[in-house]
């Protein structure tokens, strides 16, 4: 009971800070959504653009070239804004491309109008291109040496068929290889417009002074139609399908999957505390079992990504090489317990606690906070709703999780990457 009270008192004090935040979205003159929150004790400004270039945005053969674009963005502007106490980074996922910028309140300006000058006016050079093109392939070479990556790689490509979530969001080295300058000048001409694009900032400035910077250094952004998309309305599974690949190593890396709702979905906030309550903490079912229990997973997640296509709902274990048969036993299990209705109470409210635990910490963080501001806003269903999460996690009730998944639960996707031993001379 002691611990329950801490924790209200918890959430009070957070939100106390964040209802400080004033949040206001206006509309530059050239149609550029903006929105700003007002933070009058933090000591630094955080700008976020948020570009709506998913995956299904790059042709066929030329996955990667959001990659190369915000590498040629973003080419030494780091250095540039050491200068001024700045931080830029940049990051590309299956639905949008983000840029950000963090700096202190008293160099904000200065920081944003050079940040906004180079996005807007980029210094097209083939030698900048290549260089960022090594860049990106040592990434992509890097990340497929993990097995987690590697597992992920195949889960995609065996559950989507048609979607572009099937695609790496970071690109192919094929295709980042034929990728050429004049292809990525029309990229940029095609999607960097104002329609497709969000700014969201937070910090201690005034709106009407962010709104007034805008309208001069972001008004060169130009108007244009974004072009539609509908997703392919899959994965429709009819059956279970299981694919096993192997890798160099002693352990074994699973990953089981089912269809699971898009952001804007009704039932979103559903499956986020299934996801919580199936292995989204120390206290989850599947920590429990295979961890504490059994002592048979490495690692253990479960991850839900908030898509604007139709997701997924994976529950990844790296395990013991003889243990995979086991584990994928066990998770099948937890699973049916599920449907046949056996969430308890206590479950329900400690998931609950934790989503909007997790919801409060982001907030009071200005750089998340400002990314799911944008995001919520730009490929969810409005920054509104994003304001009222706790609202739509305490209005789930037993009976939204019992038909969430007797609804996505049916069948699943199951992938592996299994051991195979090197021998003495590497064979």
Same mark, same amino acid.
Request: proline letters at 5%; charged letters at 25%.
């Given at each position: 009971?002691?611990?329950?009270?801490?924790?209200?008192?918890?959430?009070?004090?957070l939100?106390?800070?964040?209802?400080?935040?004033?949040?206001?979205?206006?509309?530059l003159?050239?149609?550029?959504?903006?929105?700003?929150?007002?933070?009058?004790?933090?000591?630094?400004?955080?700008?976020?653009?948020?570009?709506k270039?998913?995956?299904?945005?790059? #042709?066929?053969?030329?996955?990667?070239?959001r990659?190369?674009?915000q590498?040629?963005?973003?080419?030494n502007?780091?250095?540039?804004l050491?200068?001024?106490?700045g931080?830029?980074?940049?990051?590309?996922?299956?639905?949008?491309t983000?840029?950000?910028? *963090?700096v202190?309140k008293e160099n904000?300006?200065?920081?944003?109008?050079?940040?906004s000058?180079i996005?807007?006016?980029?210094?097209?050079r083939e030698e900048?291109?290549e +260089?960022? *093109?090594?860049?990106?392939?040592?990434?992509?070479?890097?990340?497929?040496?993990?097995?987690?990556? @590697?597992?992920?790689?195949?889960?995609?490509?065996?559950?989507?068929?048609?979607?572009?979530? @099937?695609?790496?969001? *970071?690109?192919?080295?094929?295709?980042?290889?034929?990728?050429?300058?004049q292809?990525?000048?029309?990229?940029?001409? @095609?999607?960097?417009?104002?329609?497709n694009m969000?700014?969201?900032?937070?910090?201690?400035?005034?709106?009407?002074?962010?709104?007034?910077?805008?309208?001069?250094?972001?008004?060169?952004?130009?108007?244009?139609?974004?072009?539609?998309?509908?997703?392919?309305?899959?994965?429709?599974?009819?059956?279970?399908?299981?694919?096993?690949?192997?890798?160099i190593g002693?352990?074994?890396?699973?990953?089981?999957a089912?269809?699971? #709702?898009?952001?804007?979905?009704?039932?979103?906030?559903?499956?986020?505390?299934i996801?919580?309550?199936?292995?989204?903490?120390m206290?989850s079912?599947l920590?429990?079992?295979?961890?504490?229990?059994?002592?048979?997973?490495y690692?253990?997640?479960?991850?839900?990504?908030?898509?604007?296509?139709?997701?997924?709902?994976?529950?990844?274990?790296?395990? +013991?090489?003889?243990?995979?048969?086991?584990?994928?036993k066990?998770?099948?299990?937890?699973?049916?317990?599920?449907?046949?209705g056996g969430?308890?109470?206590?479950?329900?409210?400690?998931?609950?606690?934790?989503?909007?635990g997790?919801?409060?910490?982001? *907030?009071?963080? #200005?750089?998340?906070?400002?990314?799911s501001?944008?995001?919520?806003?730009?490929?969810?269903?409005?920054?509104?709703?994003?304001?009222?999460?706790?609202?739509?996690?305490?209005?789930?009730?037993?009976?939204?999780?019992?038909?969430?998944?007797?609804?996505?639960?049916v069948?699943?996707?199951?992938t592996a990457?299994?051991?195979?031993?090197?021998?003495?001379?590497?064979?």
């Amino acid at each position: 009971m002691r611990t329950y009270c801490l924790l209200i008192v918890f959430y009070l004090l957070l939100l106390t800070s964040i209802n400080g935040g004033e949040i206001k979205k206006g509309i530059l003159s050239n149609q550029l959504p903006v929105i700003v929150e007002k933070l009058p004790s933090n000591k630094g400004v955080t700008f976020v653009l948020l570009v709506k270039d998913g995956l299904e945005s790059e #042709p066929e053969d030329k996955h990667g070239i959001r990659t190369l674009l915000q590498e040629l963005l973003l080419k030494n502007l780091s250095k540039k804004l050491e200068v001024w106490g700045g931080v830029v980074e940049g990051k590309v996922e299956w639905d949008y491309t983000l840029y950000s910028l *963090r700096v202190v309140k008293e160099n904000a300006f200065p920081a944003l109008s050079l940040l906004s000058s180079i996005l807007t006016s980029p210094a097209w050079r083939e030698e900048d291109l290549e +260089a960022s *093109r090594q860049k990106a392939l040592i990434d992509i070479k890097e990340e497929l040496n993990q097995p987690f990556t @590697r597992l992920l790689a195949l889960f995609a490509q065996t559950f989507y068929k048609n979607s572009p979530y @099937r695609f790496n969001p *970071r690109g192919e080295e094929v295709s980042i290889n034929n990728i050429t300058l004049q292809d990525i000048k029309e990229f940029y001409k @095609r999607h960097y417009i104002t329609s497709n694009m969000i700014i969201s900032l937070n910090g201690p400035l005034e709106y009407e002074d962010i709104i007034k910077w805008g309208e001069k250094h972001l008004s060169f952004f130009p108007q244009g139609k974004r072009e539609s998309f509908t997703f392919p309305s899959e994965p429709f599974l009819l059956f279970s399908k299981e694919v096993t690949r192997t890798i160099i190593g002693e352990k074994s890396w699973i990953m089981i999957a089912t269809p699971a #709702p898009a952001i804007s979905s009704s039932d979103y906030w559903a499956m986020k505390i299934i996801q919580v309550i199936m292995g989204g903490n120390m206290n989850s079912r599947l920590w429990k079992v295979l961890r504490e229990e059994k002592g048979l997973a490495y690692e253990l997640e479960t991850f839900y990504p908030p898509l604007v296509g139709p997701s997924f709902f994976a529950i990844y274990v790296s395990t +013991a090489s003889g243990s995979k048969e086991e584990c994928k036993k066990i998770i099948l299990q937890t699973v049916s317990d599920f449907k046949s209705g056996g969430i308890t109470a206590q479950e329900i409210t400690q998931a609950k606690e934790y989503l909007i635990g997790q919801y409060l910490l982001t *907030r009071d963080d #200005p750089l998340l906070e400002a990314s799911s501001l944008a995001y919520w806003e730009a490929l969810g269903p409005g920054y509104k709703n994003y304001l009222h999460t706790p609202d739509y996690i305490n209005g789930i009730t037993a009976r939204d999780l019992q038909m969430i998944t007797e609804k996505y639960f049916v069948f699943y996707v199951f992938t592996a990457l299994v051991p195979i031993y090197k021998t003495k001379g590497g064979k």
